[in-house]
């Protein structure tokens, strides 16, 4: 990805009176990515000082600390009293930690920054948000919604998250989008950004706080409403997801390892195992019975 515009281009003078946006949707591991945040940075605020009618647009993640409203807010605290029994034993040995809603400032904010993903990445979405700021104060559009957690290869080419990802749908009302869904409704987004004359990104459009903006059309998947913050249901959420996924073998090895236990005690296998062994023929359990007798092991 890339920063990307659309509108009127190059250095005419017609091109220059056509409406111009410019989107930073780029990604980068570790440091590159506040290398290439802060060249993508350079170009929008040159653009935004030659061009009066240029526009930017960003994709906000939302595993940020975000403005949040009062609904949502409200939401994870009722979800967090109601909350499953199995969660809250996961609570209380200090796994799951509550998604509580930060009161400052007379607005509600939500800490939904996962330390995992590295002080980069952090840091290379508040430079965005910090130039969308800006660039709304000086009289541009400013586009930047909050999209869902989704399932790009960026993010599942790491275990962990892909595993993390594959069982988050426990913690309702927590989805993972993938990819498809989420470009198709975050570019609707843009468009009523661009379009509506009432829409958030305007400057005309009155917010209570600058921040307010990444608040106004997020589409965050759930997380906000959640009762448990999203860097903690990562160990929950893996092992849920390879629970179902290696079902077959795990049911195997506790079979296996009751079928043993149960002949170390009693001295005999369990029945199941006799009758599937009739069902051998006797000539493909002859080197099994010839390891017994050179074991001393009864069968």
């Not at 993390?164 to 843009?190: D, N, T, W």
């Not at 073998?249 to 170390?264: D, K, P, R, T």
Request: glycine share 10%; aromatic share 8%.
């Amino acid at each position: 990805h890339g920063c990307r515009s659309a509108g009127g281009g190059g250095g005419g003078g017609a091109a220059r009176e056509k409406p111009l946006t410019v989107g930073n949707y780029t990604y980068l591991d570790g440091a590159l990515h506040v290398q290439i945040a802060v060249a993508c940075d350079c170009i929008m605020d040159r653009l935004c000082r030659e061009r009066k009618n240029t526009a930017v647009a960003f994709l906000g993640t939302p595993t940020d600390a975000h403005v949040v409203t009062d609904g949502a807010s409200a939401a994870a605290t009722e979800a967090l009293e109601n909350a499953p029994l199995w969660m809250k034993l996961w609570q209380a040995i200090g796994v799951l930690v509550p998604n509580r809603p930060i009161d400052a400032g007379g607005l509600k904010f939500m800490d939904s920054i996962v330390s995992d993903q590295g002080p980069n990445y952090i840091l290379s979405k508040r430079m965005q948000h910090w130039r969308a700021m800006v660039a709304r104060a000086d009289g541009h559009i400013a586009s930047s919604n909050v999209s869902p957690s989704t399932a790009t290869s960026s993010v599942t080419k790491n275990a962990s998250f892909a595993a993390a990802y594959g069982g988050m749908h426990i913690f309702r009302p927590i989805e993972v989008i993938y990819q498809e869904l989420s470009l198709s409704l975050m570019g609707a987004l843009l468009i009523h950004d661009l379009r509506n004359e009432k829409s958030a990104a305007r400057p005309a459009t009155k917010l209570p706080h600058p921040l307010c903006l990444f608040q106004a059309t997020s589409f965050h998947g759930g997380i906000w409403r959640c009762p448990y913050s999203i860097g903690s249901i990562g160990i929950p959420s893996a092992l849920t997801y390879y629970c179902t996924v290696f079902r077959p073998w795990i049911l195997l090895g506790v079979f296996s390892i009751a079928a043993i236990a149960q002949y170390v005690v009693l001295g005999r296998a369990p029945a199941v195992l006799a009758r599937a062994g009739a069902l051998v023929p006797s000539v493909a359990l002859r080197p099994l019975v010839s390891l017994a007798a050179s074991m001393s092991v009864p069968l």
